[in-house]
């Protein structure tokens, strides 16, 4: 697999039709947004995908490895897991994995927004 803006390309080619895409540059990777919720990144030429606890699962059964990078004190992992090798070669494939971070970035903003609601003077 490319790495680099090749592997970039190649995903963004993928997920065409998927909604609205955009990508931003920070902390050392590209961050990937699908309809302005963040899905994916692509860092050290591995694309990771969103996860949460009900899609996170899937992802560990596969043996797949969530991101993670040193801090001090040790390391911070994050809900995102490296991307199955056969989406790089199947838009049905990249399609499912997609949907499926897609998913958890709406549940995890959902949920953010119900913590987040003040409460409604009656």
């Known amino acids: 697999?490319?790495?680099?803006?090749?592997?970039?390309?190649t995903v963004l080619g993928l997920l065409c039709g998927?909604?609205?895409?955009r990508q931003r540059k920070m902390f050392g990777g590209t961050y990937i947004?699908?309809?302005?919720l963040f899905i994916?990144?692509?860092?050290?030429?591995?694309?990771?995908?969103k996860a949460n606890a009900n899609t996170a699962p899937e992802f560990v059964a596969r043996g797949l490895r969530p991101?993670?990078?040193?801090?001090?004190g040790g390391t911070a992992t994050l809900r995102y897991y490296q991307a199955p090798s056969e989406v790089f070669n199947d838009r049905t494939a990249m399609k499912y994995w997609a949907e499926r971070a897609?998913?958890?970035a709406r549940q995890d903003a959902s949920s953010k927004k119900g913590r987040n609601a003040k409460p409604q003077d009656h």
């Open 33 to 36: 947004y699908c309809d302005n």
């Open 18 to 21: 998927l909604g609205e895409l």
């Open 1 to 9: 697999m490319s790495t680099g803006p090749d592997l970039l390309t």
């Open 40 to 49: 994916a990144t692509v860092h050290d030429g591995t694309l990771y995908f």
């Open 67 to 72: 991101f993670s990078y040193p801090k001090e």
């Open 102 to 104: 897609l998913v958890a």
